[in-house]
Structures are given as structure tokens and as C-alpha cells.
């Protein structure tokens, strides 16, 4: 299992506008017939809301097993705090059963999980292989 040091999403990516360019492509969108990235909303960020998000995602992408979680620093700590039994990121991947990369420029307000290859910087590639979380006023 990879671990939040090597996964394969480029840290160099703006994830700021990353996350806010994928915000707009909800595959809900009035008319859209073209593919759009699953987005779900979620009242605070715990297991269960990522767990949520990771069934979504897994069912819209070509090959689950590829599926990276991205969190804000803030996030990641708040789901330390909440889950008692998780001391670290690294259980926290083991939990989830998917690697977890922390970003400090990602937006606390949301938690993406993706392909690595769906996005190239903030170009997004695949959108069927992107599940985006959005967190209501939990922080």
C-alpha cells in the first residue's frame, strides 16, 4: 500500500484551483450529457463521509484500486480527532483502503478522491474518475 509520500498526484498541482474547477463539473448539471465529475455533499468530514465518497467514486471509476484521497491539512487533522482508533495517516489509508495524500493548498472545504491520471495539473482528463466531496460549515 502506498503511503502519503509517494502517492502519484503531482504536488505541484495548484489544488486550490484544481478543486474549483472540478466544483463545476457536477455530472447533475441541467442538460449535461457530457462526463462530469461525481460530486456529493457531506455536513463534516469523518469515515463515514469519506467511505461515502469512496462509493461513489468507485462506481463511476474504470479501475477503483486507483483511487487517491486528497485532503486539506485541516481535514486530515479533524478526522484524527474524531476517529479515536486512527493515530496517523498512515492508518488512516489502511482504514480507507485507499492511499491518502495531504495537501496544504487544498480547500478545507473539500476532499477530492481520484485517478492520478484524470487530472494533469489542473487540467482535468477524466472526470468519470473523479468523485469531489464538499463539506458543509465544519471548521
Known amino acids: 500500500m502506498g503511503s502519503s509520500h509517494d502517492t502519484p498526484i ?25 462526463a462530469r465529475v461525481t460530486i456529493r455533499s457531506f455536513d463534516e468530514v469523518s469515515a463515514d463521509s469519506l467511505s461515502e465518497l469512496l462509493e461513489a467514486g468507485a462506481n463511476d471509476a474504470a479501475d477503483p484500486s486507483d483511487l487517491v484521497f486528497v485532503l486539506s491539512r485541516a481535514n486530515a487533522e479533524l478526522l484524527l480527532e474524531r476517529e479515536f482508533d486512527i493515530d496517523d495517516a498512515d492508518e488512516l489509508e489502511e482504514v480507507l483502503g485507499r492511499p491518502v495524500q495531504i495537501e496544504d493548498e487544498m480547500p478545507d472545504d473539500t476532499i477530492l478522491l481520484l485517478d492520478p491520471d484524470a487530472v494533469d495539473g489542473e487540467e482535468i482528463r477524466n472526470p468519470d474518475a473523479i468523485a469531489c466531496g464538499i463539506v458543509g460549515a465544519d471548521h
Open 10 to 34: 503531482d504536488t505541484a498541482t495548484d489544488f486550490e484551483e484544481l478543486s474549483a474547477r472540478l466544483r463545476t463539473q457536477s455530472s447533475d448539471a441541467p442538460g449535461s450529457d457530457t
